[in-house]
């Protein structure tokens, strides 16, 4: 009878340091979870800015196109008239340039716009990845910390009761 408690003593601590890594393990996947999702969020961040710049240089492209179709059309027609490409015709095409321009800078600010905003949310999303892998880690670590205080309080128990050199039957310490 006298060898079944340690027996049972041990297999509790066996069951106890089991629940504590089942524990934290749990929450370290978890944390581990949301660092990737947070890393693939940071991803998409990253494709939508190289996207945007894609689709802003194609409105771009078009304004450029546009530009170039009203100097023709206004050559074309000042040339079909008899008009020489100065004084009045000149003046609208000036005036149609000024628009191009402030066209190109408003759209060319907007990009800027754009592209700032998914750089701020992607460098979020790097942060938050790092402080789940932290969160992860530092999980990881105070479940080792608990096992380790498992094993220590059973192993006093056990000294305590004389399984291991301890003595149960006196009360004293062997220390003294």
């Given at each position: 009878?006298?060898?079944?408690?340690?027996?049972?003593?041990?297999?509790?601590?066996?069951?106890?340091?089991?629940?504590?890594?089942?524990?934290?393990?749990?929450?370290?996947?978890?944390y581990e979870a949301q660092a990737d999702n947070a890393r693939q969020n940071a991803a998409i961040q990253q494709k939508q800015r190289e996207l945007q710049a894609d689709a802003y240089a194609q409105k771009q492209?078009?304004?450029?196109?546009?530009?170039?179709?009203?100097?023709?059309?206004?050559?074309?027609?000042?040339?079909?008239?008899?008009?020489?490409?100065?004084?009045?015709?000149?003046?609208?095409?000036?005036?149609?340039?000024?628009?191009?321009?402030?066209?190109?800078?408003?759209?060319?600010?907007?990009?800027?716009?754009?592209?700032?905003?998914?750089?701020?949310?992607?460098?979020?999303?790097?942060?938050?990845?790092?402080?789940?892998?932290?969160?992860?880690?530092?999980?990881?670590?105070?479940?080792?910390?608990?096992?380790?205080?498992?094993?220590?309080?059973?192993?006093?128990?056990?000294?305590?009761?004389?399984?291991?050199?301890?003595?149960?039957?006196?009360?004293?310490?062997?220390?003294?």
């Open positions: 009878m006298g060898a079944i408690g340690p027996i049972l003593f041990g297999a509790k601590l066996l069951s106890d340091i089991n629940a504590t890594r089942q524990e934290y393990k749990s929450q370290q996947r978890a492209g078009k304004l450029n196109d546009r530009m170039k179709l009203v100097r023709g059309q206004a050559a074309a027609a000042a040339g079909a008239g008899g008009f020489t490409m100065d004084g009045s015709v000149n003046d609208i095409l000036d005036s149609s340039y000024d628009e191009y321009k402030k066209d190109s800078l408003n759209l060319l600010s907007q990009q800027r716009n754009d592209s700032w905003s998914n750089y701020v949310n992607q460098v979020n999303y790097i942060n938050q990845a790092n402080a789940y892998d932290k969160a992860a880690s530092n999980v990881r670590k105070q479940g080792h910390q608990k096992i380790f205080g498992t094993i220590l309080g059973a192993a006093a128990q056990a000294y305590g009761n004389g399984w291991f050199g301890g003595s149960s039957s006196t009360g004293q310490s062997s220390w003294a």
